[in-house]
């Protein structure tokens, strides 16, 4: 038989829930049984390279070499039925597991109590943030557990308002990489500490009230981030709620929830 389908999967077994055990190129010829295995797809036995036998669909290869079948059989970049079994198969194995062993990525919102030192104000804000998380094994590094954030707050903080003749603006950016440390696990639910490095950097703009000179203050900040938070899934997609504590110059506390996908 010859492949037609680029990174054409082998499977341990019959079956697309199987585990995948090799990947074969377009082109590439493999010996295979006659017999046909499995149902919707249905898959031919082939042999390995390494002596070892996995199951190919059916789709996925052509007659055998030197036939004009095989001669005439082009590599195929998808298959838009195919894909979507495999996409099938792959959720399926992925709800099989605990959902902290699942990787996700979604979108973010929460509150977050936030402050500075400024001169001559008392420099403290509930501001609205909101952005995007990725969580689960091998997000950033083979094998934790992590938790990347990325957050944004559009606009400068009320208080600016008292130092500024006209409506202040700016905008603060934040991200976290929390090593994750479950300690309550259920299948379909988590409970978890997270601690890692915090950096801020923020850019506001506003007319001195005294001078009506234009002030650009902006500033980078590097910060250790605290976490404790619960998660819970459904289906494909997940819920989770954090508080966090935050720790530079001065301390910042904040409220999280996430929604996230199976990815």
Same mark, same amino acid.
């Given at each position: 038989?010859?492949?037609?389908?680029?990174?054409?999967?082998?499977?341990?077994?019959?079956?697309?829930?199987?585990?995948?055990?090799?990947?074969?190129?377009?082109?590439?010829?493999?010996?295979?049984?006659?017999?046909?295995?499995?149902?919707?797809?249905?898959?031919?036995?082939?042999?390995?390279?390494?002596?070892?036998?996995?199951?190919?669909?059916?789709?996925?290869?052509?007659?055998?070499?030197?036939?004009?079948?095989?001669?005439?059989?082009?590599?195929?970049?998808?298959?838009?039925?195919?894909? &979507?079994?495999?996409?099938?198969?792959?959720?399926?194995?992925?709800?099989?597991?605990?959902?902290?062993?699942?990787?996700?990525?979604?979108?973010?919102?929460?509150?977050?109590?936030?402050?500075?030192?400024?001169?001559?104000?008392? &420099?403290?804000?509930?501001?609205?943030?909101?952005?995007?998380?990725?969580?689960? !094994?091998?997000?950033?590094?083979? $094998? !934790?557990?992590?938790?990347?954030?990325?957050?944004?707050?559009?606009?400068?903080?009320?208080?600016?308002?008292?130092?500024?003749?006209?409506?202040?603006?700016?905008?603060?950016?934040?991200?976290?990489?929390?090593?994750?440390?479950?300690?309550?696990?259920?299948?379909?639910?988590?409970?978890?500490?997270?601690?890692?490095?915090?950096?801020?950097?923020?850019?506001?703009?506003?007319?001195?009230?005294?001078?009506?000179?234009?002030?650009? !203050?902006?500033?980078?900040?590097?910060?250790?981030?605290?976490?404790?938070?619960?998660?819970?899934?459904?289906?494909?997609?997940?819920?989770?709620?954090?508080?966090?504590?935050?720790?530079?110059?001065?301390?910042?506390?904040?409220?999280?929830? $996430?929604?996230?996908?199976?990815?």
């Amino acid at each position: 038989m010859v492949v037609t389908t680029d990174s054409a999967i082998v499977f341990e077994n019959a079956d697309m829930d199987s585990n995948a055990i090799a990947y074969l190129n377009a082109g590439q010829v493999v010996r295979a049984s006659k017999k046909i295995y499995g149902t919707d797809p249905r898959f031919y036995k082939v042999s390995l390279p390494n002596g070892k036998f996995g199951y190919v669909a059916t789709i996925d290869v052509a007659a055998s070499e030197g036939t004009k079948a095989a001669q005439k059989a082009k590599p195929r970049k998808y298959d838009i039925q195919r894909d &979507a079994r495999l996409e099938r198969a792959r959720v399926k194995r992925e709800l099989g597991k605990p959902m902290m062993f699942n990787r996700w990525f979604g979108l973010l919102a929460g509150q977050m109590k936030f402050q500075e030192k400024v001169p001559g104000v008392h &420099a403290k804000d509930d501001l609205l943030i909101y952005g995007f998380k990725v969580t689960g !094994p091998d997000v950033l590094l083979q $094998g !934790p557990l992590m938790d990347l954030n990325f957050t944004l707050h559009l606009g400068a903080p009320s208080y600016y308002d008292a130092l500024s003749r006209v409506r202040p603006s700016g905008f603060v950016f934040m991200t976290d990489t929390l090593l994750l440390l479950p300690f309550g696990m259920g299948h379909d639910s988590g409970v978890y500490l997270g601690l890692g490095p915090w950096l801020k950097y923020s850019n506001f703009k506003y007319v001195d009230r005294t001078s009506g000179a234009l002030v650009t !203050p902006s500033h980078f900040k590097l910060g250790g981030s605290f976490a404790i938070g619960g998660a819970y899934r459904m289906g494909a997609f997940s819920v989770r709620l954090e508080g966090k504590y935050i720790a530079e110059s001065v301390t910042h506390t904040a409220i999280q929830l $996430g929604l996230q996908t199976l990815y």
